[in-house]
């Protein structure tokens, strides 16, 4: 079993960053991947960003690129989303998940912190 704990949501206006943490604990220790998902009112749940574990691979949405960064503390067993020039449609609830063997497929998912742009 893993625990994730995101923080750092909140309001911002339209242009503005915020910084989204997740820290993992529990069974981390087999943890290949951890991603970003945002799910906005009324919509599905939409990828953001992953990152694998070990090495340096990033994944983003199309919609993000340029815009954020994902990275991660090994030691702390956290990640973070960096989030710049936001806008009015990064408006949701963001989730962070952990995968044993994918960055696609996740098996543990924390309870999302809200992001509110204001325009």
């Known amino acids: 079993q893993v625990q994730l704990v995101e923080s750092g949501g909140g309001l911002v206006q339209a242009g503005g960053s915020l910084r989204l943490s997740c820290a993992a604990s529990?069974?981390?220790?087999?943890?290949?991947?951890m991603g970003w998902f945002r799910q906005a009112p009324g919509k599905a749940r939409e990828f953001v960003a992953a990152?694998?574990?070990?090495?340096?691979?990033?994944y983003y949405a199309d919609s993000v690129k340029g815009r954020f960064t994902i990275s991660r503390d090994n030691a702390k067993n956290t990640v973070y989303l960096q989030m710049n020039s936001l806008k009015s449609e990064d408006t949701a609830v963001y989730y962070c998940a952990t995968s044993y063997d994918s960055t696609v497929r996740y098996d543990y998912w924390g309870q999302g912190t809200q992001v509110t742009v204001s325009s």
């Open positions: 990152i694998r574990w070990s090495g340096s691979s990033t």
């Open positions: 529990g069974r981390t220790f087999s943890t290949y991947a």
